[in-house]
């Protein structure tokens, strides 16, 4: 088979949303290449194991597992697929391994054994990932700014500021910094938004004024450019994440805006993204509705998920001319891939409305 790419969204999460993503890749020369980024929730990680054996060729070895940051919604699922295959890296940065840096930002305030507890138990799902690799003998590699995970390049978070991320978590009151339930405890805490009817172009994002958590913020943004078109996978990125990101990115002379397959952060959060960091990576608004969307935006957000995603968000993707798809079953964002018989996804409609 020629060259091909081909991006999985899997719906995940039930009332709310999460992230289980596979993708696959191949040469030329026939070789292929299977990652898997982030699981979901638990159920989400049996879907994503089948979805994988189903329409990957019944394959067994997967090359690369990323998780993007600990949050359950992303991290739960992951476990099924450690289980479920022979893996040849989980990538995946993990609090412990930076504790001699980490002791002396607290001011001391733990010896090395109590703060080595205290971030077992506010990190769970990593401590889990971790044993379980332990007992599968499966390499685990940190993924920060300036690696490679197979032609993805890891683009956020540096290992500096992922270890000041670390801190910041840290003073998060803990009722917000778990979030164990389905959802953002960021959009949960609002219970109702109302709307306000909108013209062209107008925007009304909070990344800038609210942002989103320090977990999110730890998320791995990573680039490729698969057969000339630039994917970009985001996680839970908040707009610090992303101009990061972006600084470094453009610092190596990668050609922006320009991105051609676009993971909306969060789920369509408005809280991860501002109109400035939108006009970095994907163009500048346009005076009016294109005819001929220039790129794909994917939201991984459950149907039935009254949160995500936020009509504000799908404006500003449509103002720069982006072809927004929801996650609804599998959503395949592909190049050359091989025919499954699928119809394309439909686009979701401009909202005439945004959040107040």
């Not at 299977?34 to 329409?55: E, N, Q």
């Not at 397959?261 to 009016?288: K, M, Y």
């Not at 720069?320 to 499954?340: E, F, I, L």
């Amino acid at each position: 088979m020629s060259e091909f790419f081909e991006i999985d969204f899997i719906e995940a999460g039930n009332s709310g949303s999460g992230d289980a993503i596979a993708l696959r890749h191949a040469n030329g020369d026939g070789t292929e290449f299977i990652h898997v980024v982030d699981g979901g929730y638990t159920d989400d990680g049996d879907k994503l194991a089948d979805h994988i054996k189903k329409y990957y060729g019944n394959a067994s070895y997967i090359d690369h597992v990323v998780l993007t940051h600990p949050d359950g919604d992303h991290a739960a699922g992951v476990k099924k697929v450690l289980e479920n295959f022979e893996i040849g890296v989980l990538l995946m940065n993990r609090p412990l391994n930076h504790i001699e840096a980490l002791v002396p930002l607290f001011k001391y305030e733990y010896t090395e054994a109590g703060l080595i507890q205290r971030l077992k138990n506010d990190f769970p799902h990593t401590a889990d990932l971790e044993k379980i690799a332990e007992e599968q003998n499966i390499e685990i590699r940190d993924a920060f700014q300036g690696d490679y995970i197979g032609r993805f390049l890891v683009l956020a978070p540096s290992r500096e500021r992922y270890i000041q991320l670390v801190v910041d978590s840290e003073k998060t009151p803990e009722a917000e910094r778990k979030a164990a339930f389905e959802g953002s405890i960021f959009e949960k805490m609002i219970q109702a938004v109302k709307n306000i009817v909108a013209e062209w172009g107008q925007e009304n994002l909070k990344g800038d004024t609210e942002g989103t958590s320090s977990e999110n913020e730890m998320s791995i943004v990573r680039i490729a450019e698969l057969w000339e078109e630039k994917i970009l996978l985001t996680g839970d990125a908040g707009v610090n994440a992303l101009m990061e990101a972006y600084v470094y990115a453009t610092g190596l002379g990668v050609q922006l805006p320009g991105i051609n397959r676009f993971q909306v952060p969060h789920h369509g959060s408005r809280r991860n993204v501002s109109s400035d960091v939108l006009d970095l990576w994907l163009g500048a608004r346009l005076g009016s509705q294109s005819e001929n969307p220039g790129y794909t935006a994917i939201i991984s957000a459950n149907q039935k998920d009254k949160d995500h995603p936020r009509k504000a968000v799908v404006r500003a993707l449509i103002h720069r001319g982006a072809k927004v798809v929801q996650t609804t079953g599998v959503t395949c964002s592909h190049h050359g891939g091989p025919d499954r018989g699928w119809s394309g996804a439909t686009p979701l409609t401009y909202p005439t409305e945004m959040e107040e």
